[in-house]
C-alpha cells in the first residue's frame, strides 16, 4: 500500500519545516510458495532463490519484474510534472534505451542555474553536470552499463527526478 511519510523539523528559533514523501512498495515475492524472489536479468523476469539473490545486483540485475509500471515510463517519452504550479518539466527520450537518453529540461524559471546528477540503485554518482541552461537538450547514458539510473535535475528549490532504464 502506498504510505505518505511527513518529516517536521523545527531549528533553534522555531522555525519549522514539512516534507511529505510517497513510498510506493513493489511485492518482489515470486513461485508458488511466495519463497522465491522474482529479479529482471538482462530484460528478463526470472524467479530465483532468496539465498542466490546476493550475486544478481552486482551485475546490473535489479530486484522485481523487467516491466516498469506506466506512471514511472510512458512509451519512448516520460514527462515529469506536478499540477498546474509546473516550473521544471523534464522530457526523456528514448527511455528505455540501448544506447543514449535524450533528456530536454524545460524551465520557467531563467535566472537560477540549473544542475543534474544522474545515479545508480546504489546511489552511486554516475554523471554530474553543473550550469545546464534552461529548455536544452542533453544527451547522457552511452557509456552507462545496463540497469536503471536515476536522473536528478535541481533548480533552485525545484527538484525534478526521473528513472532512466537502460538495456542490452
Not at 528559533?13 to 514539512?18: E, L, R
Amino acid at each position: 500500500v502506498p504510505t505518505i511519510y511527513t518529516v517536521t523539523v523545527t531549528d533553534a528559533n522555531s522555525c519549522t519545516a514539512a516534507a511529505n514523501k510517497t513510498v510506493n512498495v513493489i511485492d518482489i515475492r515470486g513461485g508458488n510458495k511466495k519463497d522465491k524472489v522474482v529479479i529482471c536479468h538482462h530484460s528478463n523476469s526470472l524467479v530465483v532463490a532468496g539465498n542466490s539473490i546476493i550475486a544478481h545486483p552486482a551485475h546490473g540485475d535489479m530486484l522485481g519484474t523487467c516491466t516498469v509500471s506506466s506512471n514511472f515510463i510512458t512509451g519512448k517519452s516520460n514527462k515529469e510534472e506536478m499540477g498546474s504550479k509546473l516550473k521544471l518539466v523534464l522530457a526523456v527520450m528514448p527511455n528505455p534505451t540501448s544506447n543514449n537518453f535524450t533528456i530536454t529540461i524545460e524551465a520557467a524559471n531563467t535566472n537560477e542555474k540549473i544542475s543534474m546528477r544522474v545515479t545508480d540503485v546504489f546511489g552511486r554518482t554516475i554523471e554530474q553536470k553543473n550550469n545546464l541552461q534552461p529548455n536544452q537538450s542533453i544527451n547522457i547514458g552511452g557509456k552507462y552499463d545496463s540497469g536503471i539510473y536515476f536522473a536528478e535535475v535541481l533548480q533552485g528549490n525545484e527538484k525534478k527526478v526521473v528513472k532512466l532504464v537502460k538495456h542490452n
